[in-house]
Structures are given as C-alpha cells and as structure tokens.
C-alpha cells in the first residue's frame, strides 16, 4: 500500500508523544537522531533447480536450500548490502523474507523517493533486482537509503564449458605448455619433422609456426619447462631451448630418456634413464640420486608437480606412464616429494580403480584433482572408447574413478577415434586439448566457478 511519507511521520511522531505521555514525568521520551541498519540476513528458500536422472536426462527438483550460512556485508559508507558469495545457480529470489535489526525508526521499504509501503518482518520481497530501503532516524531529521542486493550465480558453477577453435594446420599435436601469456605447442609436420606452434594464451586461433633444429624428433614428448626454458632428453642428453624453436646440447652422457620431473619452487629438474635418477638445480649439472627402480616408467610419460595443500614448501611429484617402450599392459604411477630421497611406486595389485590404460593416457593437474584422459583404452578389465571420460584421483594418484559428473563432459567431438592429441592446463584453469586428424581442433575448456572473479 502506498502512503504519503509526510501523513506517516505525522502518525509515527504522534504514537511516540503519546507513549510519553503515559509515564511519569522523569520519563521523558528522547527521539534517537540516528538511522542505520545493523545486520541483515535472509530465511531459508525453496526452489527448483536444474538437475539430471541417472540416464543423463535434463529435469528439475524442488528443494529447500538453507541460508543460515550465507553472509551479507553492509557497506555504511555506500548503503549497499550484499551477499559477496553468490546464491546457488537458479535459485528463485522473486519471495525472499529477510531479517535485520536497525537502529531508529523500523525501516521503510522505498519503490520511489516520494512513496513508500511500510515493511514488516513477515513480508516477502521480490529480489530479482536490487530494492531500495530506506530507515528514518526517530527525531524525523534524518534518514539514511540502502540498496540491496541478493546475488544469485547467473550459470551453473560446477558445470565444465568448452568452446572449439580450428585445428592446428601442418602440426601433429604431441606436447603443449604454458610460458608467460603464450602457449606453445610441439608437434611433428607432414614431412615427419620437429615443429612448434605459439599462440597467446587468450587466443586459441592465431598459431604461428617454425622449423625446429637441433632436436631429435623422438625428444618432443619429454619436453618440459624449467626456469621459464624448454628442457627435453633424448639418448643420453639433455637439450635446452630458449624459445622452443632453436635447441642445444645443455648435459650430456646422463643416460637420459626420459624427463619426470621439474619444478620452480623446489628447483629441481629430474630426469630418468640408464644411469638411474638424476636431479638438477641449474639444467646443466646433474647428480644420480639412485640407481634406475626396477618398472620405473620411461615411455609415454606424464609429469606434475604441486605444493601440498598443508605446507606449500613441500612440492609432490606426480609421474604416470608405461614401462614398455611399446606402451603396453598398464600404466605405472610414482611419486615423490621434494623433502623426500626415494621415488615410491603406487602397488595397483589390490587397487580396483587403478590409472586407466588409455592409448596415449596424460595426466594433468587440474580443480585441485589429478585428471587423466586418452585415446582407446581398457579400465578396470573394460575396453572403452576414445576419450569418452575423465579419470579423476582425489588422493594424488592412488585411486582413480571415472568421473560420472554431467556437469564436467569431455566434448563428444573428441571421442572420434584416437588421434595424436596433447593437453593442458593454464595459469588461467583452463584446460586445453588440441587434437589432430580429421575432428581435429582446439578445445578450451573450464568450470566455470574457476573463472569466477574472487
């Protein structure tokens, strides 16, 4: 109902003389010169929302969705009042009964600057759009407006989207990484020979390419940054490259086939080979640390490195791959920590969900997860398709589980054969998946609450 705001003070004033009044003359009623409001909190709400059957079908369900822990910030200086972490994707706030506590005059719900409808506790306001409120100081001289916000997620925050680029002309994928804003990507041309693509990092379409030299071929699947260079093994040496195209001998004789390790913050780059083990801090010296375990995997590797989440000091590492040069049977998965002398080998004897053996399989780091995917493939004594899921491991590498999510999909014009394919993943979360053949492309993906601005 709207009312003249001069006739309300009137009223509101003339209720205030007469509980005056009615006390004793050594009370006497002091209107409060202040205007403001104190806390501000929401009840719970129910609503529909998005979901999928079991089958994958799009439906909805109805649920109540407690909002005891959402906080809202009240902003004196601007009178804004808002909620910092967004309300559930799709949640219905057009009834919305809210709770706060004001110091002064009860506060007045405002549609306009000169009409007003007085608010209760129990009324339910439409929040799809910011409403104002204003709250009037008791002696009437002062008035303060707020406006106020319920911010709701605007897409669904766990769901993975994937936008498509063309293909990489001339270049058969086989690693790709991240230096700075640029991306580049290593790949074999159609002559068989040695090639880098670069692109910026927000770009997925403007690849510019070069002939690389001095780099055997069979290195590009070991190549790896360290130190912002390009470090890669190959019989025995190992070859740096300052900007991926032009590359030379940087150590020699370590018996190298293989790169399976490297990391800025522990400042170590490890590679494997006949030798044994052996770790650098400059790229050029390295020292056998021990002699070659027996399985060790040396083909088809996958390296990551991270911080533990409890001590940032300490860096894990993460290597998946074959012990076959023919990469056959399954994959083996090892790792080791930087405060640690020996690299330990996960057992899958008694493992029911080990890493899958997929054609191709790599393994980056990913929503806090390791994630791997590949080409054909069996898991758990299935055959299964060609990139047709992800394989996610929560414990750093022990149990991996086919992720059943329907919000986080590989894009199904992957799984069309198992083409030469590289990943992944940028200082930005996004995960990139360049393959080639004939549904070959570019495919950025991310979910989306990683791209959330914080």
């Known amino acids: 109902m709207k009312k003249n705001l001069s006739i309300y003070f009137v009223l509101l004033l003339s209720a205030f003389f007469l509980l005056s009044c009615g006390s004793s003359e050594e009370e006497v009623y002091t209107p409060s010169p202040y205007?403001?409001?104190?806390?501000?909190?929401?009840?719970?709400?129910?609503?529909?929302?998005?979901?999928?059957?079991?089958?994958?079908?799009?439906?909805?369900?109805?649920?109540?969705?407690?909002?005891?822990?959402?906080?809202?910030?009240?902003?004196?200086?601007?009178?804004?009042?808002?909620?910092?972490?967004?309300?559930?994707?799709?949640?219905?706030?057009?009834?919305?009964?809210?709770?706060?506590?004001?110091q002064g005059v009860p506060a007045i719900y405002v549609d306009s600057t000169d009409s007003y409808s007085n608010f209760t506790s129990n009324d339910s306001?439409?929040?799809?759009?910011?409403?104002?409120?204003?709250?009037?100081?008791?002696?009437?001289?002062?008035?303060?407006?707020?406006?106020?916000?319920?911010?709701?997620?605007?897409?669904?925050?766990?769901?993975?989207?994937?936008?498509?680029?063309?293909?990489?002309?001339?270049?058969?994928?086989?690693?790709?990484?991240?230096?700075?804003?640029?991306?580049?990507l290593f790949g074999i041309d159609g002559n068989g020979a040695a090639v880098v693509a670069v692109t910026a990092a927000d770009d997925a379409e403007s690849w510019s390419g070069a002939a690389i030299t001095e780099l055997p071929v069979e290195a590009l699947g070991t190549v790896t940054l360290f130190g912002g260079k390009f470090y890669a093994v190959s019989a025995g040496d190992v070859y740096l490259s300052a900007d991926g195209i032009t590359w030379s001998v940087a150590?020699?004789?370590?018996?190298?086939?293989?790169?399976?390790?490297?990391?800025?913050?522990?400042?170590?780059?490890?590679?494997?080979?006949?030798?044994?083990?052996?770790?650098?801090?400059?790229?050029?010296?390295?020292?056998?640390?021990?002699?070659?375990?027996?399985?060790?995997?040396?083909?088809?590797?996958?390296?990551?490195?991270?911080?533990?989440?409890?001590?940032?000091?300490?860096?894990?590492?993460?290597?998946?791959?074959?012990?076959?040069?023919?990469?056959?049977?399954?994959?083996?998965?090892?790792?080791?920590?930087?405060?640690?002398?020996?690299?330990?080998?996960?057992?899958?004897?008694?493992?029911?969900?080990?890493?899958?053996?997929?054609?191709?399989?790599?393994?980056?780091?990913?929503?806090?997860y390791l994630y791997a995917l590949g080409g054909a493939g069996n898991v758990g004594g299935t055959e299964v398709g060609a990139f047709g899921s992800f394989y996610v491991s929560k414990d750093n590498g022990i149990v991996w589980k086919e992720n059943q999510s329907f919000y986080q999909r590989l894009p199904k014009e992957l799984a069309v054969g198992s083409a030469p394919f590289a990943v992944a993943v940028d200082s930005k979360n996004y995960m990139w998946i360049i393959k080639s053949g004939e549904n070959g492309g570019v495919w950025k993906g991310i979910i989306n609450r990683l791209g959330f601005n914080k």
């Open 35 to 102: 205007a403001f409001i104190t806390s501000f909190s929401i009840d719970d709400i129910r609503s529909e929302y998005p979901a999928f059957t079991s089958e994958g079908v799009d439906t909805v369900v109805t649920k109540t969705v407690s909002m005891e822990t959402v906080a809202f910030t009240i902003n004196q200086a601007t009178g804004e009042i808002y909620n910092n972490d967004s309300l559930l994707y799709a949640t219905d706030v057009t009834k919305v009964v809210i709770n706060m506590s004001v």
């Open 125 to 184: 306001i439409d929040f799809s759009k910011p409403r104002k409120f204003r709250v009037y100081a008791g002696d009437g001289e002062y008035h303060k407006d707020y406006t106020i916000s319920i911010n709701v997620h605007q897409v669904e925050p766990e769901m993975m989207v994937w936008t498509r680029y063309s293909a990489v002309e001339g270049v058969s994928p086989v690693r790709v990484l991240e230096r700075g804003d640029e991306m580049f």
């Open 251 to 368: 150590a020699t004789g370590t018996g190298a086939v293989a790169v399976i390790g490297a990391s800025d913050e522990a400042g170590e780059l490890w590679v494997a080979g006949e030798q044994g083990l052996l770790c650098s801090n400059d790229g050029v010296s390295f020292n056998v640390t021990e002699s070659l375990p027996a399985d060790f995997p040396l083909y088809g590797v996958s390296v990551a490195s991270y911080p533990l989440n409890h001590n940032k000091g300490i860096i894990r590492y993460m290597l998946v791959g074959y012990t076959t040069e023919a990469k056959d049977g399954g994959v083996s998965v090892w790792s080791k920590l930087s405060s640690e002398d020996k690299w330990v080998c996960y057992d899958n004897a008694d493992n029911s969900y080990p890493c899958p053996a997929l054609e191709g399989v790599a393994v980056v780091r990913y929503n806090g």
